[in-house]
């Protein structure tokens, strides 16, 4: 029986005879002791590649991170020469984020560009396409805060202007735990980051199990038109972009928590106003983060032959937030029973605005 095991063993990790019993390193760094040993560790099958069946090249097994909510090193994936994360007193650090900051105040949005590592970049844009394939994809009329038609508004009211929105999300539930995005999104490193910059002590994950974090997907011809966020703030970062459109468009603070301001947003969604939005250039890579909350924005028609994929990293200021399950049916085509139970023990907004 035992030579049995030892020829499945050298079809799987490539040793050649048990004579390399007391030679080799095991799996986990220390000296392969046993034919027991063995045994255990052929459950750990070697790569198929030139270094795991050619003797000459010197092969290390290929480490293949899963997103871990303990994990500050994100060295793999972020530049951190210039965004070092791993040390929050670093000058450079501190600098970037007193700059998002300042932008952050000013115009409700703000840019880490380059935040990603290229070959990280890569990554992403193979992931984002593979996980393309599974979007949910919706066409709708909508307004910019998702509400339906009140009749008892005057026909000029901005909340009585539906436009077309077509766009395509895969929820979180069905993004890898081994992608660049998932790893992003759950690292305290991250987390930290996010929070020092918008000047928060702490943020927090969705506990949402489809949004907190989605992929965003645009095909050639569909358009997110003019539209607020139902929190506060959201972060983002493209990882594919097409030929052409898909610019993201913004107006910052058009509204406050004092008010709505639908004069002046009706004028924008309208088209006659057309100085108050501003168009941010992004690249795949970027880091953005925006008020969303406050500041109507859009994305334009995309054209071309290439699809536009946005990663969208949705944290909370306290723990436990759950979507609107009438928004989540509208975005993704379905609800949980946590959607359910959260509609349940639904409060009104302190700020009173229209979502």
């Given at each position: 029986?035992a ?18 019993i007391?030679g ?11 034919p ?48 070092p ?9 501190q ?56 009749e ?40 930290r ?5 918008l ?20 095909p ?5 038109p ?6 506060e ?10 030929d ?17 301001n639908?004069?002046?947003v ?21 880091l ?12 334009t ?55």
């Amino acid at each position: 029986m035992a030579d049995i095991e030892m020829t499945r063993f050298t079809d799987e990790m490539v040793l050649s005879s048990i004579e390399d019993i007391d030679g080799p390193p095991n799996l986990h760094g220390g000296n392969v002791l046993s034919p027991d040993t063995l045994l255990i560790e052929r459950t750990f099958p070697m790569p198929t590649t030139a270094a795991a069946t050619d003797p000459d090249v010197d092969h290390k097994p290929t480490q293949r991170w899963l997103a871990d909510a303990e994990r500050t090193d994100l060295s793999e994936l972020v530049d951190t020469d210039r965004y070092p994360l791993h040390d929050v007193d670093d000058p450079r650090l501190q600098a970037e984020i007193a700059r998002v900051r300042e932008d952050l105040d000013r115009e409700g949005c703000a840019v880490l560009r380059g935040f990603l590592r290229s070959d990280a970049l890569e990554q992403a844009r193979n992931e984002g396409r593979e996980l393309a394939t599974k979007s949910y994809y919706s066409s709708c009329r909508v307004n910019a805060w998702f509400t339906s038609d009140d009749e008892s508004l005057p026909e000029s009211d901005p909340r009585r202007h539906f436009m077309e929105r077509t766009s395509g999300f895969v929820t979180r539930d069905m993004i890898p735990a081994d992608t660049v995005i998932q790893q992003l999104y759950v690292s305290p490193a991250m987390k930290r980051l996010v929070a020092a910059c918008l000047d928060e002590e702490e943020v927090f994950e969705y506990a949402d199990p489809f949004a907190g974090l989605v992929q965003n997907v645009l095909p050639p011809g569909t358009e997110q038109p003019w539209h607020y966020d139902t929190n506060e703030y959201i972060v983002t970062m493209m990882t594919d972009i097409p030929d052409s459109g898909g610019e993201f468009q913004y107006c910052p603070n058009i509204r406050t928590p004092a008010g709505e301001n639908y004069d002046g947003v009706g004028a924008v969604i309208r088209g006659e106003d057309t100085t108050t939005p501003r168009t941010l250039l992004l690249r795949p890579g970027d880091l953005q983060l925006f008020k969303g909350r406050y500041s109507l924005h859009r994305v334009t028609r995309v054209s071309g032959q290439r699809e536009r994929h946005t990663a969208i990293f949705a944290y909370s200021q306290q723990p436990g937030v759950v979507g609107r399950l009438e928004r989540t049916r509208q975005l993704y085509g379905r609800v949980s029973e946590a959607h359910i139970e959260a509609e349940k023990r639904r409060e009104v907004r302190a700020d009173g605005l229209l979502d």
